[in-house]
């Protein structure tokens, strides 16, 4: 039976994710920064070497079996302007390192994974799915340069890889969504206003977790091959390219 790594299991999209994936048959290898049990492997991505070691991990719990990898786990913190220089720069680099350079890894390994162990082999051979944001495109708010900077660079690394190995078989897709009801997200909304932050939202409500996860499952199961470089929008209509 083939796998699925994904990012960022503990909750919310994640969570939902994984779920989704199961109900459809796949074995899901999950993650968490802490505290890894049967489903999930441990690995905390403000270690520039824990990418590596879960990659290593999920091949020797696969077997090699991994067809896909969704990189959805992010750090969500906000940053003052007038923070001192080196707390600012810090929290830079931490949300970097866990939303995009972490990615970048694991998207990686598993390019040459499916390279040198499906050598030779027609058709597809690999998924990435990117969990990015509609910040990728609109930008955040004040106290988050990082993270729009981070989600922005998450959607130019996709569209790399596609243009690069969709000749080899290797796809990839991105989403965006806007705000989706997790714990991250609920605490931004509450510092933003909390439900006065809605009127910003067409459809008037917040995206839920099934809702992004149906997304993730139709890339990793159904997409059509064609549809690789592909960045789908999940964010109420409040951000429309």
């Not at 503990?10 to 779920?19: C, H, L, V």
């Not at 991505?45 to 079996?65: I, T, V």
């Not at 596609?162 to 989706?180: C, D, N, V």
């Not at 996860?213 to 159904?222: K, M, N, P, R, V």
Request: hydrophobic share 45%.
């Amino acid at each position: 039976m083939s796998y699925i790594l994904i990012t960022g299991t503990s909750r919310g999209i994640g969570k939902a994710a994984k779920n989704a994936l199961e109900a459809r048959g796949l074995k899901v290898i999950g993650h968490r920064s802490s505290e890894a049990d049967d489903d999930s492997i441990a690995a905390n991505f403000a270690d520039p070497m824990a990418a590596q070691a879960l990659w290593n991990e999920a091949l020797d719990r696969s077997g090699g079996d991994i067809i896909a990898v969704v990189n959805n786990a992010g750090l969500f913190e906000h940053s003052s302007l007038d923070s001192s220089d080196i707390e600012w720069l810090d929290r830079w680099e931490d949300t970097l390192r866990i939303n995009l350079t972490a990615s970048a890894q694991l998207s990686r390994y598993a390019v040459r994974h499916w390279q040198n162990r499906l050598a030779g082999k027609s058709g597809e051979r690999g998924r990435l799915i990117h969990v990015a944001s509609r910040a990728a495109y609109r930008g955040d708010s004040p106290g988050h340069w990082h993270y729009a900077a981070a989600k922005g660079g998450m959607v130019a690394m996709h569209k790399t890889i596609a243009r690069a190995y969709a000749a080899e078989g290797i796809l990839s897709f991105a989403i965006t969504p806007g705000f989706t009801d997790t714990s991250m997200a609920g605490d931004y909304l509450q510092s933003r206003g909390g439900v006065g932050l809605l009127a910003d939202i067409p459809l008037g409500r917040v995206a839920q977790p099934d809702e992004i996860a149906s997304i993730i499952t139709y890339c990793a199961l159904d997409a059509p091959a064609s549809m690789t470089g592909a960045v789908i929008d999940a964010n109420g209509a409040s951000f429309v390219r």
